[in-house]
């Protein structure tokens, strides 16, 4: 087995004359949220009103747990249980009653009880599941929120030691679809699930050329690793944003499959993406042809919304793209053009693009010319 800094398992092997024999890694069950959150404040004591209660206050608690199913992996039949762990944080906050005048206390700190252990009441406003691990301990129950993105993402120190590509990531995140599909600076002690970072991006078996980026969630859908190549970072910075625009969306799509639940980036996602993984084998292929088929537009309008903040002025005034926009209008379909650099895979550009010379053309533009600025 392997295990993170902070003894997680991350994943292992199972060796049988001396070669690998079998895969063990995480499982998700699609019927339980693997991840559950709730900020709840309940009354000290479990009656009715506050008389009864002698006006005894209120603690207010946050609990957040993690349940990792540990499976061995049979490719050609059902997976094998091995074992569950789980992680479990609790904060509490006590809240004193406003005071009217000498009242009794009422007694200790603790949350409400029948004898065998805290025992919140049932109430329409909360449900509770039991401890997982706990008996008679109880924990909250509350689905995730439709606001809530699905990427909580951890920007490592290799990619904040490069200014652009902070000052970029800085013009990202108020773009609205960025904000829907991810919140930024978590940690794996906050429920990070994606880090961002810089290092090396080793070709694959039938790459024609090195990859500007690669996201990798071998390690589980925890530990979703978007790597920008550090050999490809003296690019425009409209490019660079759009790479890690692509690779997040690749994140994105990968969280939600785990999970089986929706995406903030399309609303019927199950349904949608199903079609992909019963045409085509291998994970990017699906990705990129779902991509391509359904957020180019999407990922144009980010890339518009933040050029004017990554040198649109500059590259305005270079005289061969004034030749090609006279009136200093760039059209949408050059920011398609740019989305659709990653996606060159994909069957829609391949065989059903009319527009795909248009689209050639803006992206020999925007290679020669888009400027490297970036507004602080």
């Known amino acids: ?44 004591y479990d009656q009715d009103t506050e008389e009864e209660s002698g006006g005894g206050g209120s603690i207010g608690y946050e609990c957040e747990y993690e349940i990792i199913n540990w499976c061995q992996v049979n490719p050609y039949g059902d997976n094998h249980y091995l074992d ?20 009794p206390n009422g007694g200790g700190y603790s949350l409400p009880s029948n004898g065998d252990g805290p025992n919140p009441p049932q ?18 129950c509350v689905p995730l929120r439709e606001d809530d993105s699905n990427l909580k993402v951890e920007v490592d120190q290799s990619f904040k030691n490069y200014p652009k590509l902070v000052c970029i990531l800085e013009k990202l995140k108020v773009d609205e679809f960025i904000k829907k599909l991810a919140t930024f600076n978590q940690t794996s002690q906050t429920g990070r699930n994606v880090i961002l970072k810089v290092g090396p991006v080793p070709r694959r078996p039938g790459d024609l050329g090195p990859r500007n980026a690669e996201t990798d969630d ?20 409209l490019s660079l944003a759009r790479t890690i625009l692509h690779e997040m969306i690749h994140a994105e799509l990968f969280v939600a499959v785990f999970h089986g639940g929706g995406s903030p980036i399309d609303g019927n996602f199950n349904s949608n993406f199903e079609r992909y993984v019963e045409k085509y084998i291998g994970s990017t292929v699906k990705q990129h042809n779902y991509m391509a088929e359904n957020m180019v537009s999407d990922m144009a309008e980010v890339l518009q919304g933040i050029h004017s903040n990554l040198g649109k002025i500059n590259f305005l005034s270079n005289q061969d793209v004034k030749k090609e926009f006279p009136l200093g209008n760039i059209p949408f379909d ?43």
């Open 1 to 44: 087995m392997l295990f993170d800094w902070d003894e997680k398992p991350i994943g292992g092997w199972e060796y049988a004359n001396g070669d690998k024999s079998k895969i063990i890694k995480s499982v998700a069950k699609k019927e339980q949220e693997s991840r559950k959150r709730d900020v709840h404040q309940q009354s000290r």
């Open 84 to 103: 569950s762990d789980v992680y479990l944080e609790c904060r509490f906050t006590e809240e004193s009653p406003e005071s009217n005048g000498p009242r």
């Open 123 to 140: 109430t329409d406003e909360a449900c509770y599941d039991p401890h997982p691990t706990i008996p008679g301990m109880v924990v909250p």
């Open 218 to 237: 071998s390690l589980g859908p925890y530990h979703i690793q978007i790597t920008l190549n550090q050999d490809l970072l003296d690019r425009s910075s």
């Open 334 to 376: 050059f920011y398609k053009a740019m989305a659709w650099k990653g996606l060159k895979s994909t069957d829609k550009w391949k065989y059903h693009l009319p527009e795909r010379g248009l689209m050639e053309k803006y992206q020999d533009l925007a290679d020669d010319y888009l400027t490297k600025d970036c507004k602080k």
